[in-house]
C-alpha cells in the first residue's frame, strides 16, 4: 500500500513538468508563427484607397483605383481622375517607433535619394491630417500605434489606434487630391471642416510592390 502510494505520488513532479514543458514548446511555437506572420510587415509596399461600403455608390466610385502619395509634407488620397503634378507614392513599411511601445509607419518620400520619413497624424494643425517627416517632427504629432487589420481573403488594411477611423477630405483648388486625415473622435471631424466640404470614409489597403 506505502509502496504504491510513493509510487504515484512520485509520478506527479514528471507529469507536472512534462505538462509545462509541453505548454512552454507550444507557446514558443505560437510565437514563431506569428513572428513569421508579420514578416510582412517589414516588407516594402505601396498604399491605395478605397470608400467604406456604407459610402454613397457615386463616392464609391470616384474613389475607385485611387492610392495615397505625399505632397508638401501631408499625405493625400490621389484619386484615378488626378491630372495635377506627378506625387510621390506611399512606399514604406512598419517600424518600431523608437522609444514607443508600438510600431509605426515609414515611407520613402523620393526615388533619388530614397530617404525615409516617419508618418505621424498632426494634432496641433487645424485638422487632423497625417504628415511625413524626421522623427523630430513626428515626436511634435502621434505616430502611432499602427496596425493592420487582416480579412479572410488575405487583404491587410492598417489601422491606426486600433481602428480604421481613416477618412478623406476635400482639398480646396486641387481636383482629385484629397486630404487623408483621420477622425480621431469619431465625429466626422465636426468643427474641422468648412461647411459643404465632402469627406469620404475610406479604407487604406496594403498593395505589394512588383519585383
Known amino acids: 500500500m506505502v509502496f ?10 514528471m507529469t507536472a513538468t512534462s505538462v509545462l514543458t509541453l505548454q512552454s514548446q507550444t507557446e514558443n511555437a505560437k510565437k514563431e508563427a506569428e513572428e513569421e506572420d ?21 463616392r464609391k466610385e470616384l474613389f475607385k483605383n485611387s492610392r495615397i502619395v505625399l505632397c508638401g509634407g501631408r499625405l493625400y488620397v490621389q484619386l484615378s481622375t488626378y491630372e495635377g503634378p506627378a506625387h510621390h507614392p506611399f512606399t514604406g ?11 509605426g509607419v515609414v515611407s520613402t518620400i523620393s526615388d533619388n535619394p530614397p530617404q525615409l520619413n516617419w508618418v505621424y497624424l ?3 494643425s487645424d485638422i487632423f491630417q497625417f504628415s511625413h517627416g524626421l522623427r523630430v517632427d513626428a515626436e511634435e504629432g502621434q505616430a502611432g500605434p499602427f496596425d493592420a487589420r487582416i480579412g479572410s481573403n488575405g487583404e491587410k488594411r492598417y489601422t491606426f489606434e486600433n481602428w480604421e477611423g481613416f477618412i478623406a477630405v476635400e482639398s480646396e483648388g486641387e481636383p482629385g487630391l484629397w486630404r487623408l486625415c483621420f477622425d480621431k473622435y469619431n465625429d466626422g471631424l465636426k ?4 461647411e459643404g466640404q465632402r469627406t469620404v470614409e475610406v479604407e487604406l489597403i496594403r498593395e505589394e510592390m512588383e519585383d
Open 191 to 194: 468643427g474641422k471642416i468648412q
Open 93 to 103: 513599411y512598419y517600424l518600431p517607433f523608437p522609444k514607443k511601445d508600438y510600431e
Open 122 to 124: 498632426g494634432t496641433e
Open 38 to 58: 508579420d514578416d510582412w510587415k517589414g516588407e516594402k509596399c505601396h498604399m491605395r484607397c478605397r470608400a467604406t461600403m456604407r459610402t454613397p455608390e457615386d
Open 4 to 13: 504504491g502510494l510513493l509510487a504515484l505520488v512520485g509520478t506527479v513532479p
